[in-house]
């Protein structure tokens, strides 16, 4: 840690002493107004897109990947069966934080999390944020972060749902809350089970009957899932100024592994995937005017079984402790400084001992508003890994109002931020694969984005506009070395690009409609110098599609509604250099809610792959067909 690095920690610390951690974001009640302190508010300059609860009822039957293609042109390379993991802006999926309650949940050993197991039933809110972000969320968030977030709420009384889904190819879906609040105590519990057979018909486009000239007609085999989960949360008020809170979630996720087309055909050796999965945290939260302090302890556990052979077992715990303190008004501004500290456990079968490693993180955020039109917010993180050099990932972002009047907003944003990622376990200690002379990765993200928002009678119009240089150095991957694979720093990767979004809400009588449309253009690449931009002899990575487009429509009708959605997916290349045709999905939706009294009722059905399209979302393993899928939901409130 450099002299300058020092001397600003000591600083900071001295001008306000007290300290946090990257987890719990705060929650205090005074009085019945609930004032949150939220770490994404020091992301000034940064694009974040909030799907409310709203939004996630539409795919509370769904998980986090069903969310993504929905709601953003973000990549997720899937199978049929368990398995999708993130390419946000054309990172990999190790470069994405997934964060519950402010911990970072994401393997120890992967270095990522599968999108597939994690249920949206959950959850109330969901918050996607675009580049780098490891100023505030520390390791991983190089390419993006995404929250998965339950506020407590309040003088609720009683409350009940209840979801029963049934579809397609043995899809069944069941999921049960249960609350209870008053103005001092809040409790819920949630709880699902998920399983799909998976058993659709499919064209087989990797065996050609030849006496016909045409790919044979298949059935796909061995995709089964069986998910089940239970999360709970309990909030107390002891006084008027210090709340407590636990979150605890528990999770078993078993699937078959997907064969590929080819081996779905000609018979492929069964095998099958189960991962046990424990998350808690619980903290202190204090308010007393302009100061806040907050204290948590966190705790992840992850187990992993292959096909039932107990001699390769994976588990990995990881417990957090943190402090944290705010200052609403410290030089005028928003003021955090706060400390992390993470002790990493691993019991692996194919490492040579049980690893244990030490995370420290201190970090500071200050955001002031210069001038009534200009806020800029400051982000600074150190993060000292034992036998590591310590890694500091600074950010700056600025957000400018150009107009401002009674019918129209316009704002204007950039932001400059490192970032970091620290090397898995399994890229250090896999015997005898492993590197341990691996360096961490490092990005620098810059961006630039533009807002408008118009409000005329009865109709409002969204538009934004956001374009992204990234860089990351280092970045790591397995590659041939001998008679094995190996992970090394072999690459300087570069991604490009810009991404538009366009909604329009407006009333016509008794109809509300809404409509909307989103772009992203990715080029992202290998590169020999940063600056270049020689765009010549750029190769597009592996699974990142140029293009990706999603649009929505929905039509509110008194007690009914309808949804269409379609999205496109760009050509993809191959890790063998071939290219995999791009795709386009329409999906559509129609339901009634039926009211009485504190009782709500909703029946919807749901039509997905509506032109029985046949795609290939990664190469040679099939993906269903027209599917249909009916929901019936009750509520109590």
């Given at each position: 840690?450099?002299?300058?690095?020092?001397?600003?920690?000591?600083?900071?610390?001295?001008?306000?002493?007290?300290?946090?951690?990257?987890?719990?974001?705060?929650?205090?009640?005074?009085?019945?107004?609930?004032?949150?302190?939220s770490k994404q508010k020091f992301l000034v300059g940064s694009k974040i897109e909030t799907i409310d609860s709203v939004k996630l009822n539409i795919v509370s039957g769904g998980n986090l990947t069903d969310m993504i293609n929905r709601y953003f042109p973000i990549y997720v390379k899937q199978d049929a069966g368990g398995l999708s993991t993130i390419r946000f802006r054309g990172t990999s999926p190790d470069h994405t934080a997934i964060m519950f309650d402010g911990i970072n949940i994401n393997s120890l050993t992967l270095g990522h999390s599968n999108m597939s197991n994690i249920p949206m039933f959950l959850f109330d809110e969901v918050k996607v944020q675009f580049g780098s972000s490891s100023s505030l969320y520390g390791t991983d968030a190089i390419g993006g972060s995404i929250q998965l977030i339950n506020q407590p709420k309040w003088n609720n009384g009683f409350n009940a749902g209840l979801q029963q889904d049934i579809g397609s190819f043995g899809s069944f879906f069941t999921g049960l809350k249960l609350g209870y609040s008053n103005h001092k105590i809040q409790y819920a519990i949630k709880a699902f089970h998920q399983q799909k057979k998976n058993d659709f018909p499919f064209l087989n486009t990797a065996v050609k009957d030849f006496e016909k000239d045409k790919f044979v007609d298949d059935e796909q085999k061995n995709a089964s899932i069986k998910n089940y989960g239970i999360l709970q949360e309990f909030n107390i008020k002891i006084s008027e100024k210090l709340l407590f809170s636990t979150k605890q979630w528990y999770q078993n996720n078993w699937h078959e592994i997907q064969p590929n087309m080819s081996e779905n055909y000609y018979g492929a050796d069964y095998k099958e995937i189960e991962n046990n999965n424990l998350r808690i945290t619980a903290g202190l939260n204090y308010n007393s005017g302009k100061h806040k302090f907050t204290t948590g302890l966190g705790y992840v556990y992850d187990y992993q079984l292959y096909d039932n052979n107990y001699d390769q077992t994976i588990s990995t715990q990881t417990i957090t402790g943190n402090l944290n303190y705010f200052n609403s008004d410290f030089l005028h501004g928003n003021f955090n400084i706060g400390m992390n500290y993470s002790h990493l456990m691993s019991d692996v079968y194919a490492y040579n001992e049980n690893i244990n490693e030490d995370r420290v993180d201190f970090f500071t955020s200050y955001k002031v508003k210069l001038l009534k039109e200009l806020t800029v917010g400051v982000n600074m993180r150190e993060a000292i890994v034992i036998d590591y050099t310590s890694q500091f990932a600074p950010s700056l972002g600025f957000d400018y109002l150009f107009k401002e009047t009674n019918e129209s907003v316009f704002t204007g944003s950039f932001s400059i931020s490192k970032s970091f990622k620290i090397p898995t376990f399994n890229d250090r200690f896999w015997y005898p694969n492993g590197n341990p002379d691996?360096?961490?990765?490092?990005?620098?993200?810059?961006?630039?984005?533009?807002?408008?928002?118009?409000?005329?009678?009865?109709s409002t119009i969204d538009f934004g506009f956001n374009a992204f240089i990234m860089n990351v150095d280092d970045w790591i991957q397995w590659v041939p070395s001998g008679d094995m694979w190996r992970p090394q720093n072999i690459k300087m990767v570069q991604s490009m690009g810009l991404e538009l979004?366009?909604?329009?809400?407006?009333?016509?009588?008794d109809v509300d409609l809404k409509w909307g449309i989103n772009y992203s253009l990715t080029d992202v690449s290998d590169v020999d110098n940063f600056w270049s931009f020689n765009f010549s002899d750029r190769e597009q990575l592996s699974y990142t599609p140029k293009h990706i487009v999603n649009t929505y429509t929905t039509v509110d009708y008194k007690s009914?509604?309808?949804?269409?959605?379609?999205?496109?997916?760009?050509?993809?290349?191959?890790?063998?250099?071939?290219?995999l045709d791009g795709y386009f999905l329409a999906n559509t939706s129609i339901g009634k809610n039926l009211n009485f009294k504190k009782n709500t009722f909703s029946i919807n059905l749901n039509i997905n792959n509506i032109f029985n399209k046949a795609y290939q979302n990664q190469a040679y393993y099939a993906m269903p067909g027209r599917n249909f899928n009916l929901s019936l939901k009750y509520l109590y409130h």
């Open positions: 840690m450099s002299i300058k690095k020092i001397t600003f920690l000591v600083l900071v610390f001295f001008m306000h002493f007290t300290i946090k951690g990257q987890t719990l974001d705060t929650i205090v009640l005074l009085d019945d107004i609930e004032l949150t302190v691996i360096l961490p990765e490092n990005g620098m993200n810059y961006e630039i984005g533009y807002k408008l928002n118009i409000k005329k009678d009865k979004n366009f909604n329009k809400a407006c009333e016509l009588g009914w509604y309808f949804n269409f959605s379609g999205s496109y997916t760009g050509k993809r290349i191959t890790e063998s250099k071939d290219d």
